[in-house]
Nanobody, 122 residues
Framework: VQLQASGGGLVQAGGSLKLSCAASGLTFRSYVMAWFRQAPGKEREFVAAVSLSGGTTFYTDSVKGRFTISRDNAKNTVKVQMNSLKPEDTALYYC????????????????WGQGTQVTVSS
């Protein structure tokens, strides 16, 4: 199984980025897909998840209204559109795949990508 995340970069506060994650080696449509992030010196935290069909999403409170997660089961991809970025969004962003819905726990996700760096300057 491979989850390949891309799209990170350096952006000014208030700007936007779109992260993508391409999955292979798994039955993509059978997995809940999520994004997590880890800032320096902090634990990895949940950001957003999307259901098997893509019809339901949920977010951590700090990104609600700014981030939008989506998936394309035909292309085995999951994306997150990040708008109105803040310096506190700076982190290494990971995509993850799991089979439990509505969970924020790292341990509930079976597969992880390598991470893509997002840096937001003030």
């Amino acid at each position: 199984v491979q989850l390949q995340a891309s799209g990170g970069g350096l952006v000014q506060a208030g700007g936007s980025l779109k992260l993508s994650c391409a999955a292979s080696g798994l039955t993509f449509r059978s997995y809940v897909m999520a994004w997590f992030r880890q800032a320096p010196g902090k634990e990895r935290e949940f950001v957003a998840a999307v259901s098997l069909s893509g019809g339901t999403t949920f977010y951590t409170d700090s990104v609600k209204g700014r981030f939008t997660i989506s998936r394309d089961n035909a292309k085995n991809t999951v994306k997150v559109q990040m708008n109105s970025l803040k310096p506190e969004d700076t982190a290494l962003y990971y995509c993850a795949a799991g089979q439990r819905w509505a969970t924020r726990r790292n341990s509930d996700y079976e597969y992880w990508g390598q991470g893509t760096q997002v840096t937001v300057s003030s």
